[in-house]
């Protein structure tokens, strides 16, 4: 079952053409790599997806069954539509809680009213209880319950990108978008981002799609991938048949993928 689909996705800024004419289908359950060299277009793809960017041209269709597209979508509709992503540059309220920033991602679909949250109404209480609930759930499930009360900031490296994870997850996403996950991690901890990311999927039923230049991280953990270059979507396929795709192996990978 298709879960987002990109017609003819252009967005152009001035002269640079950052996407052209992409199109591309992406199924329930997948784990999609988005690869190219820097400039290629892939993170303007992620911002065109949430609606950070509007599209030049073509046309963005989230859930099918829904028929939900882009064309008058704002980001927090987007995130309605089931969409959350984490960013290249992490983007945590850095002086607030583990906790806080947890809580401040389930807060986008939050259920109660304007009237019940002013005159305090059970309705408010009962979905404040069960939200913060749920919050420690989801770091009991990070690993990070015993760093709640910790500020953001003074979380390692690779603390703070699982808690970008967890925070992105709150809102409860379809779909996560991941921005160069593995940048700045350690090998221990790319390699157990490998195994966090399988284990994500299949524990809140996600697709998920990344972006990322590690190349043993993307060829272990991805059933497809898609090749960016100028702008233009250059290939698509298994990682076997990427790691083989000599126009790839010559514009980004170098020899050293067929090792991989
Ligand atoms: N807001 C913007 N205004 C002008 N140009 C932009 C803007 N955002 C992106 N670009 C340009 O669009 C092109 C694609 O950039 P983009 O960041 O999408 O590439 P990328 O594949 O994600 O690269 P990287 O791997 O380095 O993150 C680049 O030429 C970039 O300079």
Not at 118 to 124: D, E, I, K
Request: charged letters at 25%.
């Amino acid at each position: 079952m298709s879960v987002l689909k990109v017609n003819n996705l252009s967005k152009n800024f001035g002269g640079i053409k950052a996407v052209t004419e992409v199109s591309l289908n992406i199924e329930k359950g997948e784990i999609i790599g988005l690869i190219g060299p820097n400039g290629a277009g892939k993170t303007t793809l992620f911002n065109l997806l949430t609606g950070i960017y509007t599209p030049t041209s073509g046309e963005i269709i989230y859930d099918l069954d829904k028929k939900a597209y882009t064309k008058d979508l704002k980001p927090h509709k987007i995130t309605h539509y089931g969409i959350a992503r984490t960013f290249q540059n992490i983007r945590l309220f850095q002086n607030m809680t583990v906790l806080d920033n947890v809580l401040m991602g389930f807060h986008s679909g939050l259920k109660y009213s304007i009237v019940s949250t002013f005159f305090r109404l059970p309705s408010y209480y009962k979905t404040e209880k069960s939200t913060y609930d749920e919050a420690l759930e989801l770091l009991i499930k990070f690993n990070l319950l015993d760093k709640k009360n910790e500020l953001a900031k003074n979380l390692s490296y690779g603390d703070q990108r699982r808690l970008e994870i967890a925070r992105a997850l709150a809102a409860k996403p379809k779909i996560l978008l991941l921005d160069e996950p593995a940048a700045g991690m350690n090998p221990k901890e790319t390699k157990e981002l490998n195994f966090l990311i399988q284990w994500i999927r299949e524990t809140f039923d996600l697709t998920i799609i990344l972006i990322e230049h590690d190349m043993s991280l993307v060829m272990n953990i991805c059933e497809r991938i898609f090749v960016f270059d100028y702008g233009h979507l250059v290939a698509s396929g298994t990682p076997l048949e990427i790691q083989r795709n000599e126009r790839v192996i010559k514009a980004y990978l170098g020899e050293e993928a067929l090792q991989c």
